[in-house]
């Protein structure tokens, strides 16, 4: 048996979970998210593309060890002690799937649990002795701190969390293994708080706003992305909130942006991951039904998935960068 660091291997096998949780957000129902991504047939879609993909179900939240400590209260932030058994569970079972040799796909609820997946993963690359990085595929960089964010949304802060921010050490217990910022990507971002902006220059994250996609188109950003990631020989977790995309194709979200990527600009994004072969690990969350029209954006979401798992209009390289193989 190859080793699980071997890029066929993980790209082959891929297994999905669900976490049907919406306390990182002010607007409740991506809760009901895994579900329409399960309707919309996701699982069936990667197998029809020749992947074995599994579907494990739901995570229940972890119960905890000890009581935590209730953070001040007041904002939403309050939530985060329930947050954190969710992102417990959500961790364990990414992890399970990364020692498996299988890509995990958290099928979201709301942003905040990527803090989960993105532990395992950071765990899974020190282990493995290579560096992980990060794309965050969105319309808000999700970089606040408790101290920055106006609402105390959990879901606005996850790549804080995991990037070592004062402020968010509920998230991280003594064996957390951080992402250094400067291996953190944005695309996509059109919203942005003020101290969070701040925070963003400080720490040396790559933000791609919009203003850059417009200027360059989506390819050149992207290109130069992946071959950070390739010449590091990095593991690349992406991470695809829902309205990263523009609210007029993808309505079902909770934090809509005008602005956003286009249908073909959002594929073209998937169609470069895929060429890459890097991705090791992937989030679709903020997918919002109930705010959703006949299901647009979570069939919007899995047609992006083939795309990101292979599905290609012809058969031609458009990354045009060096391929993991
Ligand atoms: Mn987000």
């Keep these: 048996m190859k080793p699980a660091s071997e890029p066929d291997v993980v790209r082959r096998r891929i297994a999905l979970f669900g976490a049907p949780c919406d306390l990182g957000a002010s607007t409740r129902g991506t809760n009901m998210g895994p579900a329409a991504l399960r309707v919309a047939r996701l699982a069936e879609t990667l197998q029809e593309l020749g992947y074995e993909a599994e579907d494990r179900g739901d995570v229940r939240p972890l119960l905890p060890k000890s009581a935590s400590p209730i953070p001040a209260s007041g904002t939403n932030y309050s939530r985060a002690p329930e947050i954190l058994r969710w992102v417990k569970a959500i961790e364990a079972e990414a992890n399970q799937i990364l020692n498996e ?18 532990a395992a993963a950071a765990k899974h690359a020190e282990v493995l002795g290579r560096k992980l990085f ?9 970089f606040n701190t408790p ?3 106006p609402s105390g949304n959990v879901h606005g802060m996850t790549l804080a969390a995991v990037c070592g921010e004062p402020g968010l050490e509920l998230f991280r217990d003594e064996n957390f ?4 910022p400067a291996q953190a990507f944005m695309i996509g971002i059109r919203q942005i708080d003020k101290g969070e902006r701040r925070l963003l220059e400080e720490r040396g994250v790559n933000v791609i706003d919009m203003p850059q996609i417009d200027e360059t188109g989506v390819a050149v950003q992207m290109r130069q992305i992946l071959e950070t990631v390739r010449l590091e020989n990095g593991m690349l977790h992406v991470s695809l909130d829902a309205d990263f995309i523009d609210p007029s194709i993808a309505p079902g979200v909770g934090t809509p942006v005008q602005g956003g990527a286009t249908y073909r600009e959002a594929h073209l994004v998937m169609e470069m991951l895929e060429d890459s072969g890097l991705m090791t690990s992937l989030d679709l969350v903020e997918v919002n039904p109930f705010l959703d029209e006949r299901g647009k954006t979570a069939t919007l979401i899995v047609d992006l998935c083939a795309s990101l798992f292979g599905r290609s209009i012809l058969d031609r390289p458009i990354y045009r960068g060096g391929r993991v193989r």
Excluded: E, F, K, R
């Design 101 to 118: 040799g299988a890509l995990p796909v958290l099928m979201g609820g709301d942003h905040s649990l990527s803090i989960g997946t993105l």
């Design 134 to 142: 990060v794309l965050w595929v969105d319309a808000h960089a999700d």
């Design 147 to 149: 101290q920055t964010s």
């Design 177 to 180: 293994v951080l992402v250094p």
